[in-house]
């Protein structure tokens, strides 16, 4: 089954995350992910069906959206055209325990939500007690400590 946009958003953090070493192109992370996510060769070479002469390969183009995604929110950077690497931002979300990936792209500022994990980070914040909240309810209980 193909991966939805976030679920590839989060692996291609992930991957950017454990391979810093250089930029990454979308068809460079196409295998790698593919193989993550053990797709077929059918899934992989799966199309919309459109009545156009080009070729849009599904995963292809979830890979181009998810990436744009992350880039709009500052998750990773583009150093040059097509290229893509992780940003210290997109660090402090990878190596933050507090809140899940999903979570945290769902949020209304994302800004604000990075500069409470790097102030977390620096010093010992008392988070409160687990239950279910909603996203924005936990970022203002963050602020008021």
């Given at each position: 089954m193909?991966?939805?946009?976030t679920e590839l958003e989060q692996s291609i953090l992930q991957f950017l995350y454990n391979h810093p070493d250089r930029p990454y192109s979308v068809p460079e992370m196409l295998l790698p992910l593919a193989n993550q996510f053990k797709l077929s060769y059918e899934e992989l070479k799966a199309e919309y069906n459109l009545q156009t002469s080009r070729h849009r390969y599904i995963f292809h183009d979830r890979i181009q959206k998810a990436t744009g995604h992350l880039l709009s929110v500052r998750l990773i950077e583009r150093p040059r055209r097509g290229y893509y690497v992780i940003s210290a931002d997109g660090r402090v979300l990878i190596e933050a325990p507090t809140l899940g990936f999903p979570v945290a792209l769902q949020l209304e500022s994302i800004g604000d939500f990075l500069q409470t994990l790097?102030?977390?980070?620096?010093?010992?914040?008392?988070?409160?007690?687990t239950r279910k909240r909603r996203p924005k309810r936990m970022i203002e209980e963050l602020k008021e400590q």
């Open positions: 193909i991966p939805t946009i790097k102030r977390q980070s620096e010093e010992a914040v008392p988070l409160p007690p």
